[in-house]
């Protein structure tokens, strides 16, 4: 039997309290569950989610879930919502996968109707507290439930979160956007927890003009987002896929591929005159000093900012 409920009625703490089981102690036996609807659902009555965030899925770890799942079944139920033919996944695709890989015929799991908003939105949600989305992922699953909620394309729910922003600093805004839009964009973020409007803009945004080698290798798990966030910035377009090949080749760390950023920039400034190369350093030092205190800096800017210094140094005593 199904756990019905009208649209705009859902029970998000029950759903995700089902769903997430207690975090802090691990997971929970389905049999020791006290709630109402749940059921046993048959795999094969169970079709995947197209709009599913998560696209990559690490196949060592989904070989240790197969094999817990052999060992002591399902212990937390999935999440489906009832659609034609039989059931379309919500939240618990890796649970699901290693079911069927297990040898399983059915599962456990939590009935609801939901539409598309809320379907999206709890997978979202399940797949943060999980941290199972790469920064990728994560981005274009924010993006998509904005547009929903919203009812805005991507184009739009970036102009509002600029528009946001704008506002944050005290600057005007775009009137294309009204109060309700930004209070309804404010609240979503505040119910996903894990950034602001502005964070978010500032911080995960950028990442979708990231070149195309860079976003696949993100995706499929391969290069840690802040590890992209650095390659992206190295010019000419060869040095950068050179250094990838290098992260990816020999698992650098992130301050192994600054040292290597700051190493390809000295490179190429070589090849100036003298006295081109310390005015480009000095503006360049000029302009991480105008933003804010040393202190201030991030360690990223605060390395860029000494290899500047240290250039001026090196070509002033040439």
Partial sequence: MSAKRRRGDIDRAAVFEAILGDLGRGETPVDADPRAGLVRVPLDAIRLNEQQPRKHIDPDSLERLTASVRERGVLEPILVRPVAGGY???AGERRTRAARDAGMEDV????????????LEISIIENLQREDLNAVEETEA??????????????????????????????????RFDDAQRVLAAALFERLGRFSPSSFLVNRVPILSFPDDLLQAVR????????????ARVEPSEARQTLLREALEHDLSLSQIRR???EIRTESS?????GERVVL??????????????AALSEEEREQLAALLED???LLET
């Fill in 88 to 90: 379309e996944l919500v």
């Fill in 312 to 314: 001026v140094r090196r």
């Fill in 220 to 231: 499929a798990g391969r290069l840690a987002f802040t590890k992209a966030q650095a390659i």
């Fill in 281 to 294: 350093a000095m503006n360049a030092a000029r302009r991480l000093l105008s933003r804010r205190r040393v």
């Fill in 270 to 274: 070589s090849e100036q005159p003298v």
């Fill in 108 to 119: 456990p799991a939590l009935v609801l109707e939901l539409d598309d908003r809320e379907a």
């Fill in 142 to 175: 924010v993006l998509s439930l904005l547009g929903l909620t919203l009812g805005l394309d991507r184009a739009a729910v970036l102009g509002l979160l600029h528009d946001l922003y704008q506002r944050e600093r005290g600057r005007g805004g775009e009137e």
């Fill in 260 to 262: 290597r950023i700051t």
